[in-house]
């Protein structure tokens, strides 16, 4: 059973401060991995796909990186705001359709 | 366009009391997925719709949970003789194809709390 583990579980910094949110899991055979937000008490909002054949994907001042052999993910938020404060998720999907979670790294950024 | 929506966005229930959850996937998405996410225990699967083919129920945690889809759009969720443990978010998500490339896009949740 895929288990997916993220850390840290809480992280704060000041604005304006580049930041890594490190995500891992057991089994590598996945077929992709997604990064989410979620603000709280609301649904959670796709930030990046990785196809299993890729290594990175980039939006904006974000950028993802995936390393299956090591069992890696990475979410490199650079110039961090304000409104980046919020809970970030990781999810692998191995075989079948359901998504395997971690319980997510609770970001604040402070003014 | 429209997201995903889901209805209603908080339910309060006695225990053992029936509730439906419904959720409204992206147009043209042929692919609908139930989670929840469970103070302390993160997300998880509950069930799987894609197009005709049969529901992939494996994530159901009772056989007190099940879930329709009616004409391969809107999806309800039912829980009968609603328990405590019961109380979390329900989420609802719906992909173009299902397929193992797609991304998930996610509705903003049913807040269950079973009193």
């Known amino acids: 059973k895929q288990e997916v583990t993220q850390i840290p579980a809480a992280l704060s910094v000041p604005e304006g401060e580049n930041l890594v949110l490190n995500c891992s899991f057991t089994d590598s055979a996945i077929y992709n991995l997604q990064w989410f937000r979620q603000d709280p008490g609301k649904g959670l909002t796709s930030l990046l796909l990785?196809?299993?054949?890729?290594r990175e994907q980039t939006s904006g001042r974000l950028n993802a990186s995936l390393d299956k052999s090591s069992g890696r993910s990475t979410l490199y938020i650079a110039a961090s705001q304000p409104g980046d404060s919020a809970t970030y998720l990781c999810a692998a999907l191995n075989s079948g359709y359901a998504l395997n979670f971690g319980k997510g790294t609770s970001l604040l950024v402070t003014p | 366009g429209a997201g995903v929506s889901q209805s209603p966005s908080n339910k309060v229930t006695e225990k053992g009391k029936d509730v439906e959850l419904r959720c409204d996937p992206i147009s043209g998405h042929t692919a609908l997925y139930w989670y929840r996410q469970s103070l302390g225990q993160g997300l998880e699967f509950l069930i799987y719709?894609?197009?005709?083919?049969?529901?992939?129920k494996s994530g159901l945690p009772s056989d007190r949970f099940s879930a329709e889809r009616t004409g391969g759009s809107v999806s309800t969720l039912t829980i009968q003789r609603t328990q405590q443990e019961d109380s979390a978010v329900y989420l609802c998500a719906s992909s173009l194809w299902g397929g193992r490339a797609d991304e998930q896009y996610f509705g903003p949740g049913t807040r269950l709390t079973v009193t």
């Open positions: 990785i196809q299993s054949s890729q």
């Open positions: 719709f894609q197009g005709n083919s049969a529901p992939d």
